[in-house]
């Protein structure tokens, strides 16, 4: 079974840019969740969709939004960049509870200069 | 205050030792616990979870969960070099609620 794809891996932008990031969960898996995750603040959960809701957010600007797809597939997207939102965005899929079972993605590595 | 609070480390032990890994929490809500091991540039992969509290084993790892002192240890027996990560704890309140995760601690196990 393939795992949890995200596109694209790496992504340079300037402050004020908007930018969109991709997660292709496992196949069969209806939970999407996102996080950011930096050196100074660690892994935080930005939100979850589940069948194409959100179930959850965390506490993020409204800059931070995200959507889900019919086929489970899963974007999210920043506007306005500022340069504090350089960080390790990681995508996890998982059946039903992240809490049980969830499986991350590699990440998409964001820099904003 | 941090809900969840965890050492950073480094922690560094010889291969073969039993390391220790703890969380401690705030929020008495908490009912799943869980642990996840993140390799350097690689997303986090869950190791183990629990509900409610009691011990959980798996393999050379065991998961321990204090309620009462709201307290969380995962012990690794014989421990390994390929065991030298970074390790995360993580807590939520319920299944559809969102997860809290511990700033995580790196560990490295000397050959």
Request: contains cysteine; positive net charge; charged residues 20%.
């Amino acid at each position: 079974k393939a795992g949890v794809t995200q596109t694209p891996r790496y992504l340079i932008k300037t402050r004020g840019q908007q930018v969109t990031l991709s997660c292709s969960p496992i196949s069969g898996h209806r939970s999407v969740s996102w996080y950011q995750q930096t050196p100074g603040q660690g892994l935080q959960f930005l939100f979850e969709y589940f069948s194409e809701t959100q179930r959850n957010k965390g506490n993020f600007p409204g800059r931070f939004s995200g959507r889900q797809f019919s086929n489970s597939r899963s974007e999210m997207n920043v506007s306005t960049l500022e340069l504090g939102d350089s960080a390790l965005y990681l995508c996890a899929s998982s059946v039903d509870s992240p809490q049980e079972t969830q499986y991350f993605g590699p990440g998409t590595r964001l820099l904003v200069l | 205050q941090k809900e969840v609070e965890q050492d950073p480390g480094p922690l560094s032990v010889p291969e073969g030792a039993i390391v220790s890994l703890n969380c401690t929490y705030s929020n008495s809500a908490f009912q799943y616990f869980m642990w996840y091991r993140q390799y350097s540039r690689k997303g986090p992969e869950l190791l183990m979870y629990t509900y409610s509290s009691g011990n959980k084993e798996d393999g050379r790892f065991t998961a321990q969960v204090d309620k009462s002192s709201k307290y969380i240890s995962l012990f690794i027996r014989d421990s390994q070099p390929s065991d030298s990560a970074t390790y995360l704890c993580a807590m939520s309140h319920s299944s559809a609620s969102k997860i809290i995760f511990g700033s995580g601690t790196r560990l490295s196990i000397r050959p």
